[in-house]
């Protein structure tokens, strides 16, 4: 084929949908089948007209090939484990009763069966549940929901492709079952599973399929030769099978590497690459490789994962070039549409000008539409989008939102010096124990306490005009009241306000920045039935008035204890909302951090000597690929330390993440130069406090003596031996207690016992110091 009939066949086409509907319906359904107000059939129903919903909205929009399978009662990684028999042998009885109770059960758990594993998919905010396999795991297929969900979208007339996750990205995705040797790799089970595949592969096709696309996305991570060569080797076993419909292998979130010329060898009739932010490394390797000769390629040029409107121009150019590399050239967003929220219409509170800088899920599949159209029949047929489409950027670009000279002018003139505490750690920590005089092993808490229903009805009435500010001020007032006198009564060391005006660590922050944007729909599933608004990070950012001190001060008018200011990190903030694209992460954070600076200073000077600082999402933010991780922890850092820097040296930073996996981040932990950093260790009995000591980590630590995940109370003396096992790796003099992380999630009854015997436990292992 010559690159002009390539265009000219070139289709439109998406990977996936936002599950939810426009108003959550499937999130109500859910929850009302689970609370047994709706039955099975019931859900079915509104499932089943959401999807055809979808589809018929992007028919409706242009797209050409719609995708079948990517919906989803919970998460699709499930629904692969489903698909293949990898049920796990203590949920198979529930399966075999009820599938869909079932089904439920693994994703969430019952009174007596642990759910499987959640975790992050990729490097995106949505959560997969992870596949417990084992030497045993016999796979076989069990391809129904694949094939009713196609047959539901070719009842409607529509070309369709069934998506499913691909054999090896589901191995790397899997762990070893509870109770097998962690030697154990899943991916020796290729063999196993490639004939179920197989087997579902042939039925689809029966059912009218004329491609299946298969999704890799576990190809786009650093790979070893043993596992690039499973790929080879499952692609050449799938791609020779004589009764399959066509292949499509589809990456995404990164580029492809070592993978692609793997994948360009293999015997497959098409490749889905990312042409956003791995749109040159991609394009280097295909040409690498001598193009895609015979196969169909996707090209993933609108980004499926930030919320930016494509620079039309920009792809058009992408798309050309890859006209020369193969010989059908097919458009769509990089990866599926599920990490976007649905529709920009609904958006009252952005400014209609601002919100056409925007593309959610509907916008995007537009405009994967018109790249296809000008692709297919030139420049001159899409020339009304092309002129709106730059008058949009161009309005971006000059916008005093995006551009702030003050912000600009600040952010260039940050000196490392202005990273660096003014003393080392040596001679702050003796100005600090001078100052707040706490006792060996001192206890706190990370921040939050419950949340109670109290408090959440008070902000929906705030929000509804129900009540004014100055009612909702007084009942934060009263709830900082209740939270330090319990921390007092009960013999706490560093107090906290217990954050009982913040909905959310981030979003808190974010609706009082200049330069972030607020959604009022603006819902991404993030696992099962949660969906969360991500703010965006839309401009240039700046601190207008200080955000949290007013909570502090009061809450430190109340006690002669040290209360500690509480802040969430900019890495934080950036990695739970949608960023900018115009610009490097790294110019984002530091002028986040800047505000923060401000918002630390203002702490200090107010009269708080402890701030806290959160970075929970530091480690999860880590590029795919470990070739980017020194630039990333580099700034990561950097607007720790720049947002913390500006104290003086007898006030105590600290510093909380939630993970008890950070041996691959612990010389970022150090290079944070907080004085205190509290971390989640009580589950994996303290194995953070030996990781620490083993890594030489100088300041002081507080592994978590109390598991917050459950509200199981630990007893007094279960703390006191977690923390006599941190004491056989941190110092007495540079040890803290505390729970894992916040409390916003426990009601108070275990929240107070809980923190009662962490508080005798300190006391207890105290005495034992003093005494010896
Ligand atoms: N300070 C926050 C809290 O206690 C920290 C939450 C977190 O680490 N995710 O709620
Ligand atoms: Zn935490």
Known sequence: MTARSAAAAARSTVYGYPRQGPNRELKKAIEGYWKGRLTADALHATAAELRRGNWRQLAEAGIEEVPTGDFSYYDHVLDTTVMVGAIPRRHRA??????????????????????????????????????????????????????AELGEALTLGLSARPVLVGPVTYLLLAKPAPGVPAGFDPLTLLDRLLPVYAEILADLRAAGAEWVQLDEPALVQDRTPAELDAAARAYRALGTLTDRPKLLVASYFDRLGDALPVLAKAPVEGLALDFTEAAAANLEALAAVGGLPGKRLVAGVVNGRNIWANDLEKSLATLGTLLGLTDRVDVAASCSLLHVPLDTAPERDIDAQILRWLAFARQKTAEVVTLAKGLALGTGAISGELAANRADLAARADSPLTRDPAVRARAAAVTDADTRRCQPYAERTAAQHAHLRLPLLPTTTIGSFPQTTELRTARADLRAGRIDSAGYEKLIRAEIGEVISFQEKTGLDVLVHGEPERNDMVQYFAEQLTGYLATQHGWVQSYGTRYVRPPILAGDISRPEPMTVRWTTYAQSLTSRPVKGMLTGPVTMLAWSFVRDDQPLADTARQVALALRDEVNDLEAAGTSVIQVDEPALRETLPLRAADHPAYLAWATEAFRLSTAGVRPDTQVHTHMCYAEFGDIVQAIDDLDADVISLEAARSHMRVARELAAHGYPREAGPGVYDIHSPRVPDAAEAAALLRKGLEAIPAERLWVNPDCGLKTRAWPETRTSLENLVTAARTVRAELSAS
């Open 94 to 147: 529930a399966v075999e009763a009820d599938a869909l109770d079932g089904y439920f059960a693994m994703a969430r758990g019952t009174q007596d069966v642990a759910p499987l594993e959640m975790t992050k998919w990729f490097d995106t905010n949505y959560h997969y549940l992870v596949p417990e396999l084992s030497p045993e795991t016999v796979f076989t297929a069990h391809p129904a929901k694949q094939l």
